[in-house]
Every structure is written in C-alpha cells, then in structure tokens.
C-alpha cells in the first residue's frame, strides 16, 4: 500500500481531529473497506455507508488509507501525451556511470565515501587499501549507526532514474557521469531504505527519521535546482506544501 508521503509529513506538524459516524455533509468519507475518499475522489459520491471526518488527515490517522494513485512519473507522461510532447526516453543505469575511481586509486565512489565519512579509523578488506569494510557510520534516514559497511547503500539522494524522467535524458555522458558521483548528491544510509526508497521522489518518499526529513527535502530541492531539472506542477505543489511546513517549525 502506498500512502502519500505529504499527508505522512504534515501529520507531524498537524493535530488531527476525530471523526464521526455518517454524516451527509462529511468533507471526507471512510469506506467501510477502510479507504479515505474526500470530494475530489471520483468514489466520493458513490460511498454510502462510511465514516465522517473533517480532513484527510484525520481519516488516514484513524487507520484509514488512501485509494491507489498513479505515480507522478505516470502524472509527467500523461501530461506529457496531453501537450504532444515526449516526456523522456527509456531510462537505463548503465548510461549513468557510476562508483568511478576518477584518481586511478583503486578506491570507487562509494569507497571514498566511506572513508570520508566515517567517524573512526576505517578498516579495509586487504593491504591495498582498496575496499572498506568497517568503520562508524551515522544514517541521517533511520537514525542509527553503523559499523559494517555492507549494510550500507551509497545513496543519490535525488535517483538516477528520477533525474533522468525530469531532463537528465537530454544531458550528455559526462554530465551524468558528473551527478552520478557527486558528493552533494550522495549519503551512506542503511540498505533497506534506499531499496525502499527506489526511483521516488520527494512527494512520494520520505525518511523514517522525521527529525531529518526538512534537511532532506532541502538538500533533495538543492540538487534538483544546481542541475536545473524540471518538476511537473503536481510535485511543485506537494513539495511547497512541504517547504511551508518546514518553515513553520
């Protein structure tokens, strides 16, 4: 189930207030198979037997969940179709190159990442000092440290594959080469989030630790300004919403 990564992060700003049962003129209607439908819904006006709640925050913390939404990827080739234009070509890892050894020092990106970052003396795997294997790492994603560097993801905090659907597949070798590793663009952060975190971007992911989640939605809009890549206006609005919360604090 995929919940929205904005209601998720504004439930942390907001207090939410409590529902109550079938009211006619409720803003947000619970079904009873649990799903929240408020009145931009196409199911909104067919839901009869429901639950009443004034927000849709209030809906999903009462354990209710969102209906199933086309991702913004899907949002920027529809918008894409609707104005006769191309959106992107096909997305494929290997035109990114990436975890380079640029200084022939037989240490790749990620390697000198974790050198870089660790907070103790690193450990390497054999004499030539080419490969890390432990160290002391802090992941600003989940909070927690670590000392084993393979249960670490060296992460681009905007993905390859994001950049790519939002101008990126107009940019030369190089230039992807040069995203690709650069360091602004990267964090060691723990295995399973980055998995979990994929190709999403900002409106429909977030990290688990909320205290780095602003800093986060601040180095992610950092990246996408320096290298000038474009959001469709479905995400502008979701991430200035963000921005504004962020603020607030």
Aim: net charge neutral.
């Amino acid at each position: 189930m995929k919940i929205n990564s904005l209601i998720l992060f504004l439930l942390s700003f907001s207090v939410v207030s409590c529902g109550s049962p079938n009211n006619v003129h409720a803003q947000v209607k619970k079904s009873i198979s649990g799903i929240c439908h408020d009145t931009s819904s196409s199911s909104y006006n067919r839901t009869k037997s429901f639950e009443a709640f004034s927000t849709i925050e209030a809906c999903l913390h009462s354990g209710g969940r969102l209906p199933k939404a086309k991702t913004t990827y899907h949002q920027a080739e529809e918008e894409a179709l609707n104005e006769g234009r191309a959106f992107t070509s096909n997305y494929d890892r290997v035109d990114w190159p990436h975890w380079i050894d640029d200084d022939n020092d037989c240490q790749n990106t990620r390697h000198e990442m974790l050198i870089l970052k660790s907070k103790t003396s690193v450990v390497f795997k054999s004499g030539n000092g080419c490969q890390v294997t432990v160290g002391e790492w802090y992941d600003p994603y989940s909070g927690e440290t670590f000392v084993d560097s393979t249960a670490l993801d060296l992460d681009h905090i905007v993905p390859l594959k994001f950049a790519h659907g939002h101008g990126g597949d107009k940019w030369s070798r190089d230039k992807r080469q040069a995203f690709a590793n650069d360091p602004h663009n990267l964090l060691l952060v723990k295995a399973s989030l980055n998995r979990q975190k994929g190709a999403k971007g900002l409106d429909e992911w977030l990290p688990p630790n909320h205290a780095y989640r602003c800093e986060y939605i601040e180095r992610f809009m950092d990246i996408i300004d320096d290298y000038s890549l474009t959001l469709i206006p479905a995400e502008r609005r979701v991430i200035n919403k963000m921005q504004k919360a962020c603020a607030r604090k």
